[in-house]
């Protein structure tokens, strides 16, 4: 304890003695700098974290609907096989899955009949841009980022410009409905590897 003049008495601890105000802020200024050091790097890990939600992948069952890429299209209304003349491609999404770029869906029928519907991603293998909804006025289906080319009716083999490989198809098949659903997972990588 402390005497009348201010100094410890004989005996008293050092721990006894009482805290001045300034050694309170101080303590109190050096634990605020710490919290905040530490928000300061986990808040950029949290945000990290929660960029990676999970997303749903196209799957076999899932109904194609008219995505916004096609100005003409019912938005959001599944897409029927009824719908697509020979010669002609539209965007789709599988229904609820949207979120997800990756899902977007290029549906091209080449033939009449059920069997000549093809799918493919809408995704380039150049540098990832979205194709252009509509088929050029060759039939093919194009890139607007750098202008690749890709053929519906052999493959999505590449026509020209830069893609390394061929749109990733994706199978197709017509419900009861007349809807075109995923009839099966995309055949590879989507967008560039």
């Known amino acids: 304890m402390l005497g009348s003049d201010g100094r410890l008495e004989p005996g008293a601890s050092p721990l006894d003695r009482p805290t001045s105000?300034?050694?309170?802020?101080?303590?109190?200024?050096?634990?605020?700098?710490?919290?905040?050091?530490?928000?300061?790097?986990?808040l950029p890990a949290l945000a990290i974290r929660s960029l990676q939600f999970a997303t749903k992948d196209a799957a076999p069952g899932d109904v194609l609907v008219y995505?916004?890429?096609?100005?003409?299209?019912?938005?959001?209304?599944?897409?029927?096989?009824?719908?697509?003349?020979?010669?002609?491609?539209?965007?789709?999404?599988?229904d609820q899955k949207s979120d997800n770029a990756n899902n977007l869906i290029e549906v091209v029928?080449?033939?009449?009949?059920?069997?000549?519907?093809?799918?493919?991603?809408?995704?380039?293998?150049?540098?990832?841009?979205?194709?252009?909804?509509?088929?050029?006025?060759?039939?093919?289906?194009?890139?607007?980022c750098h202008a690749s080319l890709f053929a519906p009716a052999e493959g999505a083999a590449v026509i020209g410009g830069p893609a390394p490989r061929?749109?990733?198809?994706?199978?197709?098949?017509?419900?009861?409905?007349g809807n075109i659903v995923v009839a099966g997972p995309f055949s590879g990588p989507i967008g560039p590897v």
């Open 109 to 144: 029928r080449v033939a009449e009949g059920d069997a000549g519907l093809v799918a493919y991603s809408a995704i380039c293998t150049h540098l990832g841009c979205a194709v252009y909804a509509a088929l050029n006025q060759d039939g093919l289906i194009a890139c607007p």
């Open 21 to 42: 105000p300034r050694r309170r802020i101080l303590k109190w200024l050096i634990g605020g700098s710490a919290a905040a050091f530490a928000a300061a790097l986990a």
């Open 67 to 94: 995505s916004p890429s096609d100005a003409d299209a019912p938005v959001g209304q599944p897409l029927k096989a009824a719908d697509l003349a020979v010669g002609v491609g539209t965007q789709a999404f599988p």
């Open 166 to 177: 061929p749109l990733p198809s994706i199978p197709v098949s017509v419900d009861a409905e």
